[in-house]
C-alpha cells in the first residue's frame, strides 16, 4: 500500500468507526488527524477519551476551533481536490476488488471440480486421499469466505462513491438557492467554452443584481432577504430553462446562454425581468408589503478563447451601466 493510500485508508476508517458522513469538513478532519495535526489530534484525542466515540458535533465542534498555530484553514478548492482524489482511488480499488471477486470465484469452482473428482476416484492410499479432500475443502472453504469479503468490500466503495459524489455536489451547491456555485459555474463554463469553440457555437454570460437588496434587509431583516434570493434564483431558472443558472455570491446570479445568439439571450433575461417587476410582492406569514422586486444586468457575447472571469468582468462593467442608469435595465 502506497503512502497516500494509507493515509486515504485510515482517514476512511476513522470516518466509518464512527459513523461520520464523508463530507468535505468531516473528510479534512480525518486527513489531518491521520497527518498528525497537533491541534487536530489533541482536540479528537480529547472526544474519545470520554468513551462515546466521535460524534459529528464533536467534529464540527472540532472544525471551529480557530487555528492558532497559523495555518491557514482547508480552503474550498482544497477539498474539492482532497474528493476529486479520494474518488479516483476509490474507483481504482473498487476495480480490483471485482478483479479478486472474479478470481476467487473461478479458483474456488475450480477447486470444488477438483475435489469432486478425487472422490470420485480409486485410490491407493484413502487416508491420503481423505487428508487431500480435508485439504481441498478447506482452501475452497476459505476461498468462499475471501470472496464474501470481497463482496462486503466492493458494497462499502459503492456506498462510499455514493456518500463522495453527494459530498461533490454539495462543495459545488450555494446551500440557499440550490444553484451551481462560483466555482461549479466556472468549471462548467470551461466545458461549455470548448464545445462552443469547437461547433462555432455561440455562448453569452449575464451578471444578475437585484435592485435595492440592502434595503430589504436592513427594513423586513436578513431571513426575507434570504428569501427574495431564493425567489430571484428560482424566477431566472424558470425564465431561462435549459441555461445555467448560479449563484454569483450575495445578491449576485450569473447565467451562461448556451447556444443563444446575444439577442435572444437578451429577450429571455429581459421577459423574466419584466415578469419579476411587474409583481407586488407581500412577506410571508406577516402580509406586510414588500413592494416591487426589479432586478439589473449586464449580459456579453463570449470573445472566442476567453475566460469565464474575463466575460463576468466585462458583464460587471455593464451591469453598473445599467444601475446607473435606473436600475430595473439590462445593458448588453
Not at 467534529?59 to 482544497?78: K, L
Not at 462499502?156 to 451551481?180: G, Q, V
Not at 428560482?234 to 443558472?245: A, N, S
Amino acid at each position: 500500500m502506497s503512502a497516500d493510500r494509507d493515509i486515504y485508508y485510515r482517514a476512511g476508517v476513522l470516518l466509518f468507526d464512527h459513523d461520520l458522513r464523508p463530507s468535505p469538513g468531516n473528510y479534512a478532519l480525518a486527513h489531518a488527524y491521520v497527518e498528525r495535526d497537533p491541534r487536530i489530534v489533541a482536540a479528537v484525542d480529547a472526544a474519545l477519551a470520554g468513551g462515546a466515540g466521535l460524534t459529528q458535533q464533536d467534529a464540527d465542534t472540532i472544525m471551529a476551533i480557530p487555528d492558532t498555530g497559523g495555518s491557514a484553514p482547508v480552503s474550498p478548492a482544497a477539498l474539492a481536490q482532497m474528493i476529486g482524489e479520494a474518488q479516483a482511488r476509490f474507483d481504482s480499488f473498487s476495480g480490483l476488488v471485482d478483479s479478486s471477486r472474479d478470481d476467487a470465484a473461478r479458483f474456488g469452482d475450480a477447486l470444488e471440480q477438483g475435489a469432486a473428482g478425487i472422490a470420485a476416484a480409486d485410490a491407493l492410499d484413502l487416508e491420503a486421499v481423505a487428508a487431500l479432500l480435508d485439504i481441498t475443502r478447506t482452501m475452497i472453504d476459505t476461498t468462499r469466505q475471501a470472496e464474501e469479503r470481497l463482496r462486503a468490500t466492493g458494497a462499502e466503495m459503492a456506498e462510499l462513491r455514493a456518500s463522495l459524489a453527494a459530498a461533490r455536489a454539495d462543495a459545488e451547491t450555494d446551500p440557499l438557492t440550490a444553484l451551481p456555485n462560483r466555482r461549479a459555474f466556472a468549471a462548467r463554463f470551461a466545458e461549455a467554452r470548448e464545445t462552443a469553440i469547437a461547433e462555432a457555437r455561440p455562448l453569452a454570460v449575464a451578471l444578475i443584481d437585484i435592485d435595492r437588496f440592502k434595503a430589504v434587509n436592513d427594513v423586513h431583516g436578513h431571513e426575507v432577504g434570504d428569501r427574495v434570493i431564493q425567489l430571484v434564483g428560482k424566477e431566472l431558472l424558470r425564465g431561462c430553462t435549459g441555461h445555467l443558472v448560479g449563484r454569483h455570491g450575495g445578491e449576485e446570479f450569473i447565467i451562461l446562454f448556451d447556444g443563444t445568439p446575444l439577442p435572444a439571450a437578451r429577450a429571455l433575461l429581459d421577459a423574466t425581468r419584466a415578469d419579476l417587476a411587474g409583481r407586488t410582492l407581500k412577506v410571508a406569514g406577516t402580509g406586510r408589503e414588500l413592494g416591487t422586486l426589479t432586478f439589473s444586468a449586464g449580459l456579453v457575447a463570449l470573445k472566442g478563447a476567453e475566460s469565464c472571469a474575463a466575460a463576468i468582468r466585462r458583464a460587471d462593467t455593464l451591469l453598473y451601466r445599467a444601475k446607473q442608469a435606473g436600475r430595473n435595465r439590462i445593458e448588453a
